[in-house]
């Protein structure tokens, strides 16, 4: 079974899978936190040269921002081949943060394989599982499941969110990877979740409601009251972490409604 570590280190939740015989580490964060990443492996017990994998859920700059400079240590990135198309669709956006010192990704470096050929690349590093095509959030994203039941997602929307996205590529590629059994999920910006004890995740505290838009409304309108934080959990019985993210996309983005802020829920911190 593989041993899977959570690199703290940013607004992006990257995670390094570590087989029998090496290890992947799945997403990178921003251009400009590669110091911040090193300082995060070495609290983590890891070293970035003994990585020998990167690979990236979907290629939008929080995901992909530094690849190439984890890759010049020493791993290989390796995509999926309907992912080519998409490799420097962020570098635009990335080149305009000066502060940031950008490197793009080198084409030449890359490893490409197809959906049939990842379980045989997984099983170098000694991990057992494969890839996925999961076109939600983006047409290039793909989620990772292994065979002992852990999922990774990138950026597809939440579960807790499913409701929200009926009839739309969002719920197929969640049917899809239901459909393995999964029995914990892990996903780009929201915590992880056991789905077998709680399907919906922890977001939603102890009452796990149907309507995920009354619980938001319920929350904001205790925002306008000026209610701490404590008192939102107790009235509301959503969980601390679901509160606090509400209130912050409330707050920040006034006039936005139900559906920005879960949309926005996913992406927090950028």
Not at 101 to 130: H, M, N, Q, T, V
Not at 220 to 234: A, L, S, Y
Request: net charge negative; hydrophobic share 35%; aromatic share 8%.
């Amino acid at each position: 079974m593989a041993l899977i570590k959570e690199i703290k280190y940013g607004t992006t939740n990257t995670y390094l899978i570590k087989g029998s015989k090496g290890s992947i580490l799945w997403d990178t964060g921003w251009a400009g936190t590669l110091k911040a990443f090193c300082h995060a492996m070495g609290e983590a017990g890891e070293k970035v040269q003994d990585v020998d994998y990167i690979l990236i859920s979907h290629f939008h700059p929080d995901h992909m921002g530094i690849a190439q400079e984890i890759a010049d240590m020493g791993p290989v990135i390796c995509a999926a081949d309907f992912q080519k198309d998409f490799i420097h669709s962020s570098d635009r956006v990335l080149a305009k943060d000066k502060k940031a010192d950008f490197i793009p990704i080198k084409d030449e470096s890359i490893r490409y394989f197809s959906l049939e050929e990842s379980r045989a690349l997984l099983e170098e590093a000694g991990i057992e599982g494969r890839i996925l095509h999961t076109p939600g959030h983006s047409d290039d994203s793909m989620s990772l499941i292994l065979d002992s039941g852990e999922l990774f997602v990138g950026d597809l929307n939440p579960l807790y969110e499913l409701e929200l996205h009926k009839g739309s590529l969002i719920e197929k590629s969640w049917k899809e990877l239901l459909s393995l059994n999964p029995r914990k999920v892990y996903y780009g910006h929201a915590h992880s979740a056991d789905l077998r004890s709680n399907p919906l995740g922890r977001l939603l505290g102890k009452t796990a409601p149907d309507d995920i838009y009354a619980l938001v409304k319920k929350i904001t309108r205790c925002v306008d009251k000026g209610m701490p934080k404590d008192t939102i959990v107790k009235k509301t019985g959503a969980d601390p972490v679901f509160v606090e993210d509400v209130t912050r996309m409330y707050v920040t983005h006034p006039g936005v409604s139900v559906q920005g802020i879960l949309d926005r829920i996913e992406i927090k911190g950028k």
